[in-house]
Protein backbone atom coordinates (compact mmCIF):
# COMPACT_ATOMS: atom_id res chain seq x y z
CA UNK A 1 0.00 0.00 0.00
CA UNK A 2 1.05 3.43 -0.61
CA UNK A 3 0.03 6.27 2.09
CA UNK A 4 0.37 9.57 2.08
CA UNK A 5 1.29 11.98 4.62
CA UNK A 6 1.60 15.54 4.54
CA UNK A 7 4.09 17.17 7.25
CA UNK A 8 7.00 19.89 7.08
CA UNK A 9 10.44 20.24 7.24
CA UNK A 10 11.26 19.47 10.64
CA UNK A 11 8.17 16.24 10.23
CA UNK A 12 5.56 18.12 11.93
CA UNK A 13 2.26 16.51 10.32
CA UNK A 14 0.80 19.27 8.53
CA UNK A 15 -2.34 20.31 6.98
CA UNK A 16 -2.34 19.31 3.03
CA UNK A 17 -2.42 23.56 2.53
CA UNK A 18 0.75 23.96 4.57
CA UNK A 19 3.07 21.08 4.39
CA UNK A 20 6.32 21.30 3.35
CA UNK A 21 6.41 17.56 1.81
CA UNK A 22 4.15 15.26 0.72
CA UNK A 23 5.45 12.00 1.61
CA UNK A 24 4.61 8.42 0.42
CA UNK A 25 4.59 5.47 2.68
CA UNK A 26 5.95 2.70 0.13
CA UNK A 27 4.98 -0.24 2.44
CA UNK A 28 6.39 -2.58 -0.52
CA UNK A 29 9.38 -1.11 -0.59
CA UNK A 30 9.58 -0.02 3.24
CA UNK A 31 10.95 3.27 2.33
CA UNK A 32 9.29 6.88 2.23
CA UNK A 33 8.91 8.77 -0.58
CA UNK A 34 9.77 12.43 -0.55
CA UNK A 35 7.87 15.25 -2.46
CA UNK A 36 8.52 19.03 -2.69
CA UNK A 37 4.85 20.07 -2.23
CA UNK A 38 4.23 22.31 -5.22
CA UNK A 39 0.70 22.59 -4.36
CA UNK A 40 1.56 24.41 -0.86
CA UNK A 41 -1.07 26.99 -0.20
CA UNK A 42 -3.59 25.10 -1.20
CA UNK A 43 -5.52 22.36 -0.19
CA UNK A 44 -6.97 21.19 -3.60
CA UNK A 45 -3.25 21.56 -5.12
CA UNK A 46 -1.61 19.31 -2.85
CA UNK A 47 -4.46 16.43 -2.94
CA UNK A 48 -4.28 16.65 -6.81
CA UNK A 49 -0.57 16.08 -5.99
CA UNK A 50 -0.95 13.08 -3.90
CA UNK A 51 -3.09 12.09 -6.33
CA UNK A 52 -1.02 12.17 -9.15
CA UNK A 53 1.46 9.79 -6.70
CA UNK A 54 -0.93 7.16 -6.88
CA UNK A 55 -1.62 7.06 -2.75
CA UNK A 56 -3.68 4.38 -2.23
CA UNK A 57 -4.15 5.82 1.25
CA UNK A 58 -3.62 9.46 3.15
CA UNK A 59 -2.95 10.15 6.71
CA UNK A 60 -5.36 12.96 7.46
CA UNK A 61 -5.90 14.60 11.65
CA UNK A 62 -8.76 17.35 11.52
CA UNK A 63 -8.86 20.20 9.74
CA UNK A 64 -6.22 18.44 7.48
CA UNK A 65 -8.52 18.73 4.81
CA UNK A 66 -11.52 20.85 2.97
CA UNK A 67 -14.21 20.15 0.84
CA UNK A 68 -12.84 20.77 -2.28
CA UNK A 69 -9.85 18.87 -1.36
CA UNK A 70 -12.49 16.01 0.21
CA UNK A 71 -14.25 15.83 -2.95
CA UNK A 72 -12.37 15.40 -5.42
CA UNK A 73 -10.33 12.52 -3.41
CA UNK A 74 -13.21 10.29 -2.08
CA UNK A 75 -13.87 7.09 -4.21
CA UNK A 76 -10.06 7.15 -5.51
CA UNK A 77 -8.37 7.50 -1.94
CA UNK A 78 -8.83 6.01 1.29
CA UNK A 79 -8.51 7.62 4.43
CA UNK A 80 -6.28 6.74 7.75
CA UNK A 81 -7.43 9.09 10.74
CA UNK A 82 -4.82 9.75 13.14
CA UNK A 83 -3.69 11.95 16.17
CA UNK A 84 0.24 11.68 16.28
CA UNK A 85 1.89 14.99 15.99
CA UNK A 86 4.99 13.52 13.99
CA UNK A 87 5.81 11.19 11.02
CA UNK A 88 8.30 9.70 12.84
CA UNK A 89 5.01 8.40 15.44
CA UNK A 90 2.75 7.33 12.18
CA UNK A 91 5.88 5.12 11.07
CA UNK A 92 5.90 3.44 14.16
CA UNK A 93 3.03 2.63 14.61
CA UNK A 94 1.80 2.43 11.46
CA UNK A 95 0.34 -1.37 11.69
CA UNK A 96 -1.97 -0.34 14.21
CA UNK A 97 -2.77 2.87 12.76
CA UNK A 98 -3.84 1.00 9.25
CA UNK A 99 -6.44 -0.50 11.44
CA UNK A 100 -8.60 2.72 11.46
CA UNK A 101 -8.54 3.40 7.71
CA UNK A 102 -11.98 4.28 6.13
CA UNK A 103 -13.59 5.01 2.66
CA UNK A 104 -15.41 8.48 4.18
CA UNK A 105 -14.65 10.63 6.91
CA UNK A 106 -16.54 13.21 9.56
CA UNK A 107 -17.43 16.63 8.67
CA UNK A 108 -14.87 17.37 11.47
CA UNK A 109 -11.87 16.53 8.95
CA UNK A 110 -12.80 19.49 6.96
CA UNK A 111 -11.08 23.32 8.26
CA UNK A 112 -14.30 25.13 7.20
CA UNK A 113 -16.62 22.57 9.70
CA UNK A 114 -14.51 24.19 12.33
CA UNK A 115 -14.61 28.24 11.53
CA UNK A 116 -18.26 27.28 11.47
CA UNK A 117 -18.49 26.20 14.77
CA UNK A 118 -16.14 29.39 16.07
CA UNK A 119 -18.72 31.72 14.77
CA UNK A 120 -21.86 30.75 16.55
Known sequence: MRIAVTYDNEHNLKPLDEADIVGII???NKVVEQYENEGKGSKEMTMGLILNL????IIVKERF????SYGMSLGRIRYIPV???????????LEEIKKGITDELDEQ???EY?????NE
Open 83 to 93: NAQKLEEVLSK
Open 109 to 111: YYA
Open 26 to 28: DEE
Open 65 to 68: LCPG
Open 54 to 57: NADA
Open 114 to 118: FEEEN
